[in-house]
């Protein structure tokens, strides 16, 4: 079962349940897949506890980005 108003994919969000801004990858059962802006694991998201991201969260999405950028 996908959940009901699922964003569009790639969509930056925020979820409320980790406190952390991730990008829309898919659906999967009840769940939204978020991968961390910049990459790394995907994670399952209650629908019920993203929303999406303001202007602060895409710039901490950004800034994420480019420090993932750097490493080496």
């Given at each position: 079962?996908?959940p009901?108003?699922?964003?569009?994919?790639?969509v930056?969000?925020?979820?409320d349940g980790?406190?952390?801004?991730?990008?829309?990858?898919?659906a999967?059962?009840p769940?939204?897949?978020?991968?961390?802006?910049?990459?790394?694991?995907?994670?399952?998201a209650?629908?019920?506890?993203?929303?999406?991201?303001?202007?602060?969260?895409?710039?901490?999405?950004?800034v994420?980005?480019?420090?993932?950028?750097?490493?080496?």
């Amino acid at each position: 079962m996908k959940p009901k108003n699922l964003p569009e994919l790639g969509v930056l969000v925020v979820d409320d349940g980790r406190d952390v801004v991730g990008y829309v990858i898919g659906a999967e059962g009840p769940y939204l897949q978020l991968r961390p802006p910049g990459g790394g694991l995907a994670w399952d998201a209650d629908p019920d506890h993203v929303h999406p991201a303001g202007d602060l969260d895409h710039l901490r999405a950004r800034v994420s980005e480019l420090n993932r950028q750097r490493r080496p």
